[in-house]
């Protein structure tokens, strides 16, 4: 078992920026690629961004390409997600999540094990 906890959510104005962390214990977490979702309000749960177990690699959801980077401390087994030039549409509740397969890129979240409790971003206009 992966538990993973994530924090740094909070309220910001549009424009603004975030750092979420996600913090992973109970297994090895360089054997874990990570990813970050999202989910809005009455919306499906949809890809953010994904990194490789070496972060060798990252791909990103098209919504938040140039604006969010995800990346890794494998010392820390910790994975951030940081969010530049947020807009309303950022708004939603932000979980971080590990696997081991080897489409984690593909942005299905069902290729994904483990979840965490998830933390929440709302940006005001």
């Known amino acids: 078992q992966v538990q993973l906890v994530e924090s740094g959510g909070g309220l910001v104005q549009a424009g603004g920026s975030l750092r979420l962390s996600c913090v992973a214990s109970g297994r090895t977490f360089s054997n874990y690629a990570m990813g970050w979702f999202r989910q809005a309000q009455g919306k499906e749960r949809e890809f953010v961004a994904a990194m490789r177990r070496d972060s060798a690699l990252a791909y990103y959801a098209d919504s938040v390409k140039g604006r969010f980077t995800i990346s890794r401390d494998n010392a820390k087994n910790t994975v951030y997600l940081q969010m530049n030039s947020l807009n309303a549409e950022d708004t939603a509740v932000y979980y971080c999540?590990?696997?081991?397969?080897?489409?984690?890129?593909?942005?299905?979240?069902?290729?994904?094990?483990?979840w965490g409790q998830g933390t929440q971003v709302t940006v005001s206009s």
């Open positions: 999540a590990a696997t081991q397969s080897s489409r984690y890129y593909s942005g299905g979240r069902y290729e994904y094990d483990y």
